[in-house]
């Protein structure tokens, strides 16, 4: 199985500020990887698919990034909805899996 | 409107079967696969198995001897059964989507169903 390793696994950061979150996947996934977020008691919500698509109705401030074994999550001028939990995804090979999660918080 | 809703009993004893079902709607379960997921407490996901529109199903190795996906087409439903529960299987199970011509990305997700495993 393909292993995706996430971090930070907590981040705190403050409004406006811009946050990265890695994942790297223990072999090449050719942009396989699709990153989510998850509010406390709700249900996982995409963010971007192949690497970099930013999934319809997701605001610009949410990009991402990489290639290979290396890809990242950044989030620019942090707003007090993002607090949340991400995860990123790899669908390149079976099964899919997932990192462990990166929990953020506000400063 | 795209929508999955998971349903089951949220209490199961070790030993017994889990059965779920996840019910669709505003999309055809011929056109999309529908994939389950489960969570435990909030920690990470871990990706259980399939529905391929055409019928066909894919399964993790991780639960292939205890773990069949079925659906009813006509009702718009999905069917999880997983045997020999124990413990550790505790957590929040979620239907997905995807779209099969597209990468296996989820795209909709239910809500998500509790399930403990407990006597």
């Given at each position: 199985?393909?292993?995706?390793?996430?971090?930070?696994?907590?981040?705190?950061?403050?409004?406006?500020?811009?946050?990265?979150?890695?994942?790297?996947?223990?072999?090449d996934i050719y942009n396989g990887l699709a990153w989510y977020q998850q509010k406390p008691g709700k249900s996982p919500q995409l963010l971007i698919y192949n690497a970099n698509s930013l999934h319809t109705g997701v605001p610009s401030r949410f990009s991402g990034s990489g290639s290979g074994t290396q890809y990242s999550l950044k989030i620019n001028s942090l707003q007090s909805e993002d607090v949340a939990s991400y995860f990123c995804q790899q669908y390149y090979d079976y099964p899919w899996t997932f990192g462990g999660g990166t929990k953020l918080e506000l400063k | 409107q795209v929508q999955l809703k998971e349903s089951g009993p949220g209490l199961v004893q070790p030993s017994q079967t889990l059965s779920l079902t996840c019910t669709v709607s505003g999309f055809s379960l011929t056109s999309y696969s529908v994939h389950w997921v489960r969570q435990h407490s909030g920690k990470s996901l871990e990706w259980m198995g399939r529905m391929w529109s055409d019928g066909d199903t894919s399964y993790n190795s991780a639960f292939t001897s205890r773990l069949s996906i079925s659906r009813d087409t006509s009702k718009s439903q999905v069917f999880l059964k997983m045997n020999s529960l124990q413990t550790e299987d505790t957590g929040t199970y979620y239907c997905a989507r995807n779209f099969d011509y597209s990468g296996d990305y989820f795209d909709y997700w239910g809500q998500g169903v509790m399930v403990t495993v407990s006597s």
């Open positions: 199985d393909i292993q995706m390793t996430q971090s930070p696994a907590s981040l705190s950061a403050s409004l406006g500020e811009t946050v990265t979150i890695e994942c790297r996947a223990s072999e | -």
